[in-house]
Nanobody, 116 residues
């Protein structure tokens, strides 16, 4: 399944962005999906997860209460609404399955830069 992330950009601290992830196949709806991010010089980390039907979500502690993950299976699309952005949210954001395939295949990601 090919995944294409978009919606990143440059925003001031305290601002908001909405990321999108579009999947190339309808089998998207069968998978739990997640957002991951990689900041400069750091390892890629988990951000948020949503079950295949969208009924349950989980978040990393650093984004809980500020980010909201959602999905529209009819559109093969997943979203990440990011509010109250902080400089430490600066990273390239990726979407992928949860759990990851072995080995995982990553898209290009979308750059989020938060200026303080």
């Amino acid at each position: 399944v090919q995944l294409v992330e978009s919606g990143g950009g440059l925003v001031q601290a305290g601002g908001s962005l909405r990321l999108s992830c579009v999947a190339s196949r309808s089998t998207f709806r069968l998978n739990a999906m997640g957002w991951y991010r990689q900041a400069p010089g750091k390892q890629r980390e988990f951000v948020a997860r949503i079950t295949s039907g969208g009924g349950s979500t989980n978040y990393a502690g650093s984004v809980k209460g500020r980010f909201t993950i959602s999905r529209d299976n009819a559109k093969n699309t997943m979203y990440l609404q990011m509010n109250s952005l902080k400089a430490e949210d600066t990273a390239v954001y990726y979407c992928n399955t949860v759990p990851l395939a072995v080995p995982p295949s990553w898209g290009q990601g979308t750059q989020v830069t938060v200026s303080s």
